[in-house]
């Protein structure tokens, strides 16, 4: 079976502050990994996705994640953040069928 | 830029009432996914269509049908409402192979049921 997890339900950080949101993963397979971002009344956008090659990737507004086997994570990273930043973020797995399968989000806050 | 549309952002239904939610998406994708959202239990699939006519139950597909009769429209159906179906529902589109993951998501349609 697979599953995500994301370890922390909300992070809450200082603006320009760096942040880290972590999520691990289980399969028995090779897997896609990606992140999702919900801003305020919004519906889901994909930040960035790791699908193969190089392990580490990143987004147009700064973020990045590194894939590890090894450790079975995805965690995503920013050096950082702005208000802007405020959201939901899903760590999310794809490996066979057509559904992907969703963590449970962690929420983000920026403040001043 | 791909465009998911659900037909309304806010509803307000009766217990056993009869509800459809509808998705439209402009962009010939081939999958459709019907989610809903909780507090806390992030993103729970619903119900899929990979093709016209075609469907699959997703996780929690008890109290929902789907309807694909187009290839752009998606609709979910609640047949008889109940509270605890109070909820956000997201409908997302995708394209095959690889980027079937690569799901492009409507705004949603926050649902209450009274």
């Known amino acids: 079976a697979q599953s995500v997890t994301q370890l922390d339900s909300q992070v809450p950080v200082f603006e320009e502050a760096p942040v880290e949101l972590r999520c691990n993963y289980s399969?028995?397979?090779?897997?896609?990994l990606f992140w999702y971002v919900q801003y305020p009344n919004q519906g889901l956008q994909l930040l960035l996705k790791?699908?193969?090659?190089?392990?580490l990737v990143e987004s147009i507004n700064g973020f990045e994640a590194e894939f590890n086997k090894s450790q079975t994570s995805f965690h995503l990273r920013k050096p950082s953040v702005h208000i802007s930043d405020t959201a939901e973020y899903f760590c999310?797995?794809?490996?066979?069928?057509?559904?992907?399968?969703f963590g449970k989000g962690t929420s983000l806050l920026v403040t001043p | 830029d791909v465009k998911v549309t659900q037909s309304s952002r806010y509803l307000v239904k009766r217990t056993g009432e009869k509800v459809f939610l509808e998705c439209v998406q402009d962009?010939?994708?081939?999958?459709m996914f019907w989610y809903r959202q909780d507090p806390g239990l992030g993103l729970r699939l619903i119900y899929f269509?990979?093709?016209?006519?075609?469907?699959e139950k997703g996780d929690i597909p008890e109290g929902y049908s789907v309807s694909r009769e187009k290839k752009e429209r998606f609709s979910l159906i609640l047949e008889s409402a109940s509270t605890n179906q109070t909820s956000m529902y997201l409908c997302?589109?995708?394209?095959?192979?690889?980027?079937?993951?690569?799901?492009?998501f409507g705004a949603g349609t926050r649902l209450s049921v009274l």
């Open positions: 997302a589109s995708s394209s095959s192979g690889v980027a079937r993951y690569i799901q492009y």
């Open positions: 399969s028995s397979v090779s897997v896609y």
């Open positions: 790791y699908l193969s090659g190089s392990t």
């Open positions: 999310a797995l794809g490996n066979s069928g057509y559904a992907l399968n």
């Open positions: 962009m010939d994708h081939e999958n």
């Open positions: 269509s990979y093709d016209v006519k075609m469907k």
